[in-house]
C-alpha cells in the first residue's frame, strides 16, 4: 500500500449514529490533516496534526473529533451530526520542512440523513 | 481573512484548443501547489513551485510562479479529453494553513 489512504470510501449515517473516518499514510510524513470539501466551495481545513500533537483546530463544531495515535494514522469520529455536514472528506500528509505539500487520500463520501 | 482567487471557475473547450487559468491573492506564499481532481477523488499533486518567477513544464502543462509570489498561472497546450477534471491552486503562507482556491472546472470536448 503506498501514498495516503481512506476508509470507508463511502458512509451514509443517521444523525443518531456514531462512526469513525480512517486515514493511513504511507510516505513517512509527520503531520496529517482533515479537511471537509463541500460542493462549490474551497476546501475547508478542519484539524492538523504535527509530530501527533494538534495544532490547528478550525472553530469545527464538538461533534467531529480527531485522533492521531501515531504518525501514520489519524481518525475523525463523528457523533450527532447534521444533514449539513454531508461532503467528502479528505484527509492529506506533508513532511513538516520544505515546501511541506500536502499528499491527498481518496477521501471518504459522507451522507448524513 | 486570506483568499485565493481562482478563474474561470469553469471552462469547456474542443480538444486541441489551449486554454490558461489563473490563481491570484494579496498573501504572499511560500511556496504553491496545483492539483487535479477527478470525481469522487482526492486532489492530486500535478506540480510544486517555490521560486518568485518560476516555471515548470509537466508534458503539455506549464506552471509559472508569479515575480512577487501572490499569484500562479496554469497553461495547457493542445487540450484533450483527458485533461477534464477540477484544478485547484493552493498557497502555503507558513504554519500550517495552506489557503485553496474554489477551483476552475474543465471539460474537453473530443
Known amino acids: 500500500e503506498t501514498g495516503v489512504t481512506q476508509t470507508p470510501r463511502h458512509l451514509v449515517m443517521g444523525m443518531t449514529n456514531k462512526k469513525s473516518l480512517k486515514c493511513e499514510q504511507h510516505?513517512?510524513?509527520?503531520?496529517m490533516y482533515w479537511y471537509k470539501q463541500s460542493a462549490k466551495k474551497p476546501l475547508e481545513l478542519m484539524f492538523v496534526?504535527?509530530?501527533?500533537?494538534?495544532?490547528e483546530n478550525n472553530s469545527v463544531p464538538s461533534r467531529f473529533s480527531p485522533e492521531c495515535p501515531n504518525s501514520s494514522h489519524l481518525f475523525l469520529h463523528l457523533h450527532t451530526l447534521q444533514p449539513e455536514d454531508s461532503a467528502l472528506y479528505l484527509c492529506?500528509?506533508?513532511?513538516?520542512?520544505?515546501?511541506?505539500?500536502?499528499?491527498f487520500g481518496p477521501g471518504t463520501r459522507l451522507t448524513v440523513l | 481573512t486570506q483568499l485565493l482567487e481562482q478563474s474561470p471557475q469553469f471552462l469547456s473547450i474542443q480538444e486541441g484548443e489551449n486554454l490558461t487559468v489563473y490563481c491570484n491573492s494579496s498573501s504572499v506564499f511560500s511556496s504553491l501547489q496545483w492539483y487535479r481532481q477527478e470525481p469522487g477523488e482526492g486532489p492530486v499533486l500535478l506540480v510544486t513551485v517555490v521560486t518568485g518567477g518560476e516555471v515548470k513544464k509537466l508534458k503539455r502543462l506549464t506552471f509559472q510562479f508569479g515575480d512577487a509570489r501572490k499569484d500562479s498561472s496554469l497553461h495547457i497546450t493542445a487540450a484533450q479529453p483527458g485533461d477534464t477534471g477540477l484544478y485547484l491552486c493552493a498557497g502555503r503562507t507558513g504554519g500550517f494553513k495552506t489557503i485553496f482556491g474554489a477551483g476552475t472546472r474543465l471539460f474537453v470536448k473530443a
Open positions: 496534526y504535527s509530530l501527533e500533537e494538534r495544532v
Open positions: 510516505l513517512g510524513h509527520n503531520a
Open positions: 492529506a500528509s506533508s513532511q513538516v520542512s520544505g515546501t511541506d505539500t500536502q499528499y
